[in-house]
């Protein structure tokens, strides 16, 4: 099982930036993939991000490519999300989680098998 540990949200405004972090210990993340995923208040949790951790591919949720971009640190075992022009509709809770990596990165939230706590994200207008 792998630790998690989000953080790096906070409040911003309209078309301001953030950047999360995702910090893992207790196992190697070779052979798995790192997503984020967030929860709007009142609506399902929707996937956002997800990276391949042995070669960094990224995808994407189409209501964030080209705003938002995932990242991985191999020394600090970390993925970053980093958000920029930011809208009230990102406002959230923002959570990273971790799976296998199969040929189709995971998308879904029952391929996932560890979860962080989350931290939130709140875009003011």
């Known amino acids: 099982q792998v630790q998690l540990v989000e953080s790096g949200g906070g409040l911003v405004q309209t078309g301001g930036s953030l950047r999360l972090s995702c910090a893992a210990s207790g196992r190697t993340l070779s052979n798995y993939a790192v997503g984020w995923f967030r929860q709007a208040p009142g609506k399902e949790r929707e996937f956002v991000a997800v990276i391949r951790w042995n070669n960094g591919f990224p995808m994407y949720a189409d209501s964030v490519k080209g705003r938002f971009t995932i990242s991985k640190e191999n020394a600090k075992n970390t993925v970053y999300l980093q958000m920029n022009r930011l809208k009230p509709e990102d406002t959230a809770v923002y959570y990273c989680?971790?799976?296998?990596?199969?040929?189709?990165?995971?998308?879904?939230?029952?391929?996932?098998?560890?979860w962080g706590q989350g931290t939130q994200v709140t875009v003011s207008s």
């Open positions: 989680a971790t799976g296998p990596a199969y040929v189709n990165l995971p998308s879904r939230e029952h391929q996932y098998d560890d």
